[in-house]
């Protein structure tokens, strides 16, 4: 067998990810695998990629303003339900707002711990766009932070099955564990 790139040269191996033929000049091992040159770039700058802080911070700003959001609504409700005059009926409109807030804050809450997580990029950004409805002054900051970071989230949909040894492979993980081609799924941004 020949090298894919230099045709002239035997081949040495073959790449783990696209099954080209690799001449010593070409190979380059990554994790113990063999690869081309260019998915070798392309392993080593997922491996080299480190997380940030961004989605930890914009998880707890989304969490400490869905917890205030919740208790301006607990606090709009207790308002809204205690006329001031014996003759008065309830304010159904600080009512509705305290149901709002109290809604808004506890879907920030709860989105925004996926965003702690680093776990699921859609549910994130819901808590931090309720983060922005419960308590706006945290949690714009929150939604920014949350959605700066979105290369950061494991993907949702990947496959963990390899489609190339049939490898089940732990959930998240971008590469083969036995083979180290690429998995199936959405891939991050650069």
């Keep these: 067998m020949k ?3 230099h045709p002239e ?3 040495v191996g073959v790449c783990v990810n696209c099954d080209r033929a690799v001449c010593s000049r070409c190979r380059t091992v990554v994790g113990g695998k063999t690869y081309c040159p260019a998915c070798a770039t392309r392993v080593s700058d997922v491996l080299k990629r480190k997380p940030t802080a961004k989605p930890i911070a914009g998880g707890i700003l989304g969490i400490i303003a ?4 919740s208790v301006l609504g607990i606090i709009f409700i207790a308002a ?7 003759w008065q009926s309830v304010d ?28 699921n990029l859609t549910l994130s950004v819901i808590g931090g766009i309720c983060s922005l409805l419960a308590f706006w002054p ?19 949909s990947a496959s963990s099955t390899c489609v190339g040894c049939g490898w089940v492979n732990p959930g998240g ?4 564990m036995n083979c180290g081609r690429e998995l199936p ?3 991050p941004r650069a």
Aim: net charge negative; proline share 7%.
């Design 80 to 86: 809204g339900a205690t006329p001031e005059f014996p």
């Design 138 to 156: 945290l949690g714009v900051p929150a939604l920014i932070l949350i959605v700066m970071s979105h290369g950061e989230f494991q993907p949702v």
């Design 9 to 11: 040269v035997e081949a």
């Design 185 to 187: 799924g959405p891939k």
């Design 92 to 119: 159904w409109s600080e009512e509705g707002l305290g149901i709002a807030l109290v809604i808004f804050g506890i879907l920030a809450i709860s989105g925004s711990s996926f965003a702690v997580a680093r776990r």
């Design 173 to 176: 993980a971008r590469f083969c």
């Design 66 to 69: 869905g917890v205030l959001g």
């Design 3 to 5: 090298c894919a790139t």
